[in-house]
């Protein structure tokens, strides 16, 4: 199921997945729209939990978000508690459906599913239904794709 690492090729993983969220995004924002339409921070994450575990899914959803905003300024301020909540959800979700059915589609769909509508269901009370459940509407092509993308690479890494 997950490959297991020592603690120096263990960071070093995060690293590179973390580049891995930092970099998809740049070519997806290159079409107007795309980073909002596929939600490219969160394919490396997702992989990275897939195929070696929480530690390395964590440290991705943790410090993409937060390593593009101090060397790029994006994602904006606001955005960072949103991003960092759907990033920690999503890790849970997908280590615990990948312990159930291993690595495949049916444990991404499980886990973006179950991240994005937990996600919702919190910011719901402080930003609306819209806002909270926006990701769906917007981002439904991106994760769609991501759900079919992200096992493809983790079984091949």
């Not at 890790?91 to 996600?119: F, H, K, Q």
């Not at 239904?129 to 992200?150: E, H, R, S």
Request: glycine share 12%; net charge positive.
């Amino acid at each position: 199921m997950y490959k297991s690492l020592s603690l120096g090729l263990s960071g070093l993983r995060s690293v590179l997945f973390v580049a891995a969220n930092l970099a998809l995004p740049h070519l997806f924002h290159l079409v107007p729209g795309g980073g909002i339409a596929f939600l490219p921070i969160y394919w490396f994450t997702l992989v990275g939990v897939m195929r070696y575990g929480l530690p390395t899914g964590l440290s991705a959803a943790a410090l993409s978000p937060l390593v593009g905003f101090l060397l790029f300024g994006a994602p904006a301020a606001a955005m960072l508690p949103d991003m960092l909540l759907k990033g920690i959800l999503l890790c849970a979700a997908a280590a615990g459906a990948v312990r159930l059915w291993g690595i495949g589609i049916l444990s991404a769909a499980t886990a973006v599913v179950a991240a994005w509508t937990v996600a919702g269901l919190a910011e719901w009370p402080f930003a609306g239904a819209a806002y909270a459940f926006q990701d769906f509407v917007t981002g439904a092509a991106g994760l769609i794709l991501m759900c079919v993308v992200a096992p493809l690479i983790a079984k091949r890494l």
